[in-house]
């Protein structure tokens, strides 16, 4: 399958993928994703677009996802099952491949209780895992969900999200392959600051076979602050903050915490690409972007390779 | 049973500011189990409704009863005596119930007291938990006992998503993770493998009326 995807074609070449994320701005203001996107130009090989995050409204993803394209970046569309019914999903995965998307992101979405209409119906007509196959069966047999022929079918390379660190963790391998036999081609994971937990996973994965069938991208968020450890750590759910990791950034300069949380990330990036199993990394740099072109300078990840 | 609970008082005193003579029709199955409108709560009601109106100079008049269950019209017969002389009828029973009553006394208001909030169990006295959606297809066999339509805050059949928290939901920490549940049972009793394939999408077409014919019925009718 031929999605036209950069990130699909950096990943088959067998180079180590490096994603970012950009967040929609809470309004119509289209500079605002364009002053975003410039950080991320040239340093990416795709970006996520993040879908209603936390449950707060904002600029739709697929109509950032089209600026984002304006300015030169690949967006890779994220789709929550919490906001939509699998009509209105379909119908924004038929738009958004006609004006160019070519990699979406099929994730469960935050409980709606987290955002700003905490009054709001949750529609959650089918589950992540379910939304996959629907993306899958649009694209490999030109199918809508309910049956019907496509004129046109939607050839999406297909990613899904996968927390190593939730619980159950002896279950969690095996949701990633229930996300793979469903149809995903990619996985970006949680952050992770658990290293020693993420190799026990991905060596499951590894063992399982799994890592042969889906390139998997490790999540790395840089800390900003001791006050965001802490808050990752008691605050996020599914988020596994070691105390090793907030002792490290407490054992710095006031003034050298960021720099030591970008260190940090570094770190587990040269980890990560020498880990087997491993196919590339994923940044999120939460309101950070500005900071992408430097992490990805001491990461040692640039230039991004072009494959045609 | 269904699990009701009681109106706010200033809501149920708005409703029948207009009414000088109202008849409370409580139900004496699931909403008087969960002590929202039986017996009891009707006479309750009818007390703090007559105090009020005297203090608001705006008497009125309550009649109370008790039905066996409002959901059968055979029991709803019992009013056809009574209603005439009422301007509006109070109900506390759940949904079913009031718009059963609605329908059999059509020419009358029929106004709720009770809100009606889920099938559900009795965890103790006064202490009610929703356990079932009504989807009108079962899963629990794969599930170990838990539904995942009513247990999991987003209704996931292939949970559980990554917000599970040490076995709680992302929700809130007072209420456990449907899937980890399952996950915990299902392990116990070594039957993992029903959840290890997907569940497909599920068919929600219970959102318009439903109507159950058991086989008997319809022998009944060609009969």
Redesign the interface.
Known sequence: MNSGSNLQKILEAGHFAFTGELGPPRGANAETVRKKAEFLKGMVDSVNITDNQTAMVRMSSWAASLIAIQEGLEPNYQMVCRDRNRLAMQADILGAYAHGIRNILCLSGDHQQFGDHPQCKGVFDIDSIQLIGMVKKMRDEGKFLGGADIDTPPKMFIGAAANPFADPFEWRVYRLAKKIAAGADFIQTQCIYNMEKMRKWVKQANDMGLTEKVYILAGITPMKSIGMARYMKSKVPGMDVPNEVIKRLQGVDKKKVADEGIKMACEQIEEFKEMKGVAGVHLMAIEWEHKVPEIAERAKVLPRPQVD | MIVAERKPFEEIKAMVKDYSKVLTVGCGTCVAVCLAGGEKEVSILNAELKMTRKLDNSPIELGAITLERQCDMEFLDELEDTVGGYDALLSMACGAGIQFLAERYPEIPVLPAVNTTFIGVNKDVGWYEERCRGCGDCVLDRTAGICPVTMC???????????????NC??SNDQP?AW?MI??RLEKQGR?ENI???????D?RNQTPRTVIQPGYKERQKA
């Open positions: 805050a987003k209704g996931l059949f292939n949970g559980p998503c990554g917000g599970t928290n040490q076995g992302e929700i993770c980890f996950y915990e993992l290890t394939s997907i569940f497909p999408p599920a929600w």
